[in-house]
């Protein structure tokens, strides 16, 4: 158990009755905040004022030339690569202010981001997961974080380091390393929350909030408002809290890959879990006109979400996301991605009816019926390579691979009835 008195110093109201101690929940484990009195839903369990959270809404982080500078130059970046550079400088000027908080955080690993590829937490998540899941992420996580250190992080660095020379004193910027930028993107990815401050979507990683551990809807134990009049994050009860609950809140729609890569755990089961499958968008021996001409209309939002790419020998393959219903008791397709497996296999013969398809009008027979066996074909392709990996990995955490698996079961049965 953990004393919260520390957590006024940083302007933390702490309404209700609370403790900090280790969860019991062994789906999320590690530090949990309790309940040690009753709560009223709607009741307001703690207060946290802007400027005392790590956001970019906070006007005190935004101070100082240098820091700006980052922080301009690290736009095109992204949100959580702003965040992380001033976490990255807090931690380097270790402020009065934020330092018991920090220090409560995770001890960094070194040379990873979030878990130690190789390692033994390594091997157990991401063993028999295959390149589609959490190494994957893993690895799309580094690169964003290289691109943001070369692009702009380390040339910073060179320059406020040799400013400082001149000083004597470098400045926060000039202090950065790649490990601490690193640990403070693993941290933004873990610990922030995407919030409405002030009309506006702001990352925010909020005291103590924090340090929630996840449940599967914000309907479910707690949420998280902004207070404009007092420019404060509060932490509102969602429904009645018994003595003793463990407070939680809701870190988003994330499936088991985005849970496992970026907080280390995953759910037995989790409705928001997607299954990507790869679908021929043209085949190889069509010609290449076609394939320009299905792409050049497509929407740009479905564009982005289908991820085409080349493939040897098969020409240009699509990713179709698909998700559970409600229910979590069948497959569902998106209208676009509806679309995308229509357009995957029209031919030449079907040229015309391309426009149709694109309004939502049924295509040819034939042409549907390809469209659902192409998406069959892919989810038992799924389904196959899930059982040899099952086969072939022991001792490894299969909640994301079994998951996965029901979905691609789920799917094959949607398109058996289809086609």
Same mark, same amino acid.
């Given at each position: 158990?953990?004393? /919260?008195?520390?957590?006024?110093?940083?302007?933390?109201?702490?309404?209700?009755?609370?403790?900090?101690?280790?969860?019991?929940?062994?789906?999320?484990?590690?530090?949990?905040?309790? %309940?040690?009195?009753?709560?009223?839903?709607?009741?307001?369990?703690?207060?946290?004022?802007?400027? &005392?959270?790590?956001?970019?809404?906070?006007?005190?982080?935004?101070?100082?030339?240098?820091?700006?500078?980052?922080?301009?130059?690290?736009?095109?970046?992204?949100?959580?690569?702003?965040?992380? %550079?001033?976490?990255?400088?807090?931690?380097?000027?270790?402020?009065?202010?934020?330092?018991?908080?920090?220090?409560?955080?995770?001890?960094?690993?070194?040379?990873?981001?979030?878990?130690?590829?190789?390692?033994?937490?390594?091997?157990?998540?991401?063993?028999?997961?295959?390149?589609?899941?959490?190494?994957?992420?893993?690895?799309?996580?580094?690169?964003?974080?290289?691109?943001?250190?070369?692009?702009?992080?380390?040339?910073?660095?060179?320059?406020?380091?040799?400013?400082?020379?001149?000083?004597?004193?470098?400045?926060?910027?000039?202090?950065?390393?790649?490990?601490?930028?690193?640990?403070?993107?693993?941290?933004?990815?873990?610990?922030?929350?995407?919030?409405?401050?002030?009309?506006?979507?702001?990352?925010?990683?909020?005291?103590?909030?924090?340090?929630?551990?996840?449940?599967?809807?914000?309907?479910?134990?707690?949420?998280?408002?902004?207070?404009?009049?007092?420019?404060?994050?509060?932490?509102?009860?969602?429904?009645?809290?018994?003595? &003793?609950?463990?407070?939680?809140?809701?870190?988003?729609?994330?499936?088991?890959?985005?849970?496992? %890569?970026?907080?280390?755990?995953?759910?037995?089961?989790?409705?928001?879990?997607?299954?990507?499958?790869?679908?021929?968008?043209?085949?190889?021996?069509?010609?290449?006109? /076609?394939?320009?001409?299905?792409?050049?209309?497509?929407?740009?939002?479905?564009?982005?979400?289908?991820? /085409?790419?080349?493939?040897?020998?098969? &020409?240009?393959?699509?990713?179709?996301?698909?998700?559970?219903?409600?229910?979590?008791?069948?497959?569902?397709?998106?209208?676009?991605?509806?679309?995308?497996?229509?357009?995957?296999?029209?031919?030449?013969?079907?040229?015309?009816?391309?426009?149709?398809?694109?309004?939502?009008?049924?295509?040819?027979?034939?042409?549907?019926?390809?469209?659902?066996?192409?998406?069959?074909?892919?989810?038992?392709?799924? /389904?196959?390579?899930?059982?040899?990996?099952?086969?072939?990995?022991?001792?490894?955490?299969?909640?994301?691979?079994?998951?996965?698996?029901?979905?691609?079961?789920?799917?094959?049965?949607?398109?058996?009835?289809?086609?």
């Amino acid at each position: 158990m953990e004393a /919260l008195e520390m957590w006024s110093e940083i302007g933390v109201q702490i309404v209700a009755d609370v403790e900090l101690r280790e969860s019991t929940d062994g789906g999320t484990g590690g530090l949990g905040v309790y %309940a040690r009195a009753a709560a009223a839903s709607g009741d307001v369990i703690l207060r946290a004022p802007l400027r &005392g959270c790590l956001t970019l809404a906070n006007p005190r982080l935004r101070e100082g030339a240098e820091t700006m500078g980052l922080l301009c130059e690290l736009a095109r970046h992204g949100a959580q690569c702003k965040l992380a %550079a001033m976490v990255a400088i807090e931690m380097t000027r270790r402020s009065i202010a934020f330092a018991a908080w920090l220090e409560r955080w995770p001890r960094p690993i070194e040379g990873s981001l979030g878990w130690r590829a190789g390692g033994e937490e390594w091997r157990r998540l991401a063993a028999g997961l295959g390149d589609r899941s959490v190494r994957v992420l893993h690895e799309q996580h580094l690169a964003m974080a290289s691109r943001a250190w070369t692009e702009v992080i380390e040339p910073s660095v060179s320059r406020a380091a040799a400013g400082g020379e001149s000083t004597g004193e470098p400045d926060a910027v000039g202090s950065l390393t790649w490990e601490r930028w690193l640990y403070a993107l693993s941290m933004v990815l873990s610990r922030a929350l995407d919030l409405r401050v002030n009309d506006e979507s702001e990352l925010a990683i909020v005291p103590l909030i924090d340090m929630l551990n996840h449940t599967r809807s914000s309907a479910d134990s707690c949420h998280v408002r902004f207070d404009p009049s007092a420019q404060a994050f509060e932490l509102v009860a969602s429904v009645p809290i018994t003595e &003793g609950a463990e407070l939680k809140i809701c870190y988003g729609a994330k499936g088991n890959e985005e849970l496992l %890569a970026c907080y280390g755990f995953a759910l037995g089961e989790n409705g928001a879990d997607r299954l990507g499958l790869a679908l021929p968008f043209g085949r190889p021996d069509e010609p290449q006109i /076609l394939t320009m001409h299905r792409m050049a209309m497509l929407p740009s939002p479905v564009v982005k979400v289908i991820n /085409l790419r080349e493939v040897e020998g098969s &020409g240009r393959v699509a990713t179709l996301e698909v998700h559970w219903d409600e229910q979590r008791k069948e497959a569902r397709l998106a209208d676009e991605m509806l679309l995308l497996l229509r357009l995957s296999v029209l031919d030449m013969g079907d040229l015309p009816s391309i426009t149709l398809a694109l309004e939502g009008e049924p295509v040819s027979a034939d042409a549907e019926a390809r469209a659902w066996s192409a998406l069959c074909t892919a989810a038992a392709a799924a /389904l196959d390579a899930s059982q040899q990996r099952e086969a072939a990995v022991d001792d490894s955490i299969d909640v994301l691979d079994r998951s996965l698996r029901e979905l691609a079961e789920a799917v094959r049965r949607l398109a058996l009835r289809k086609k």
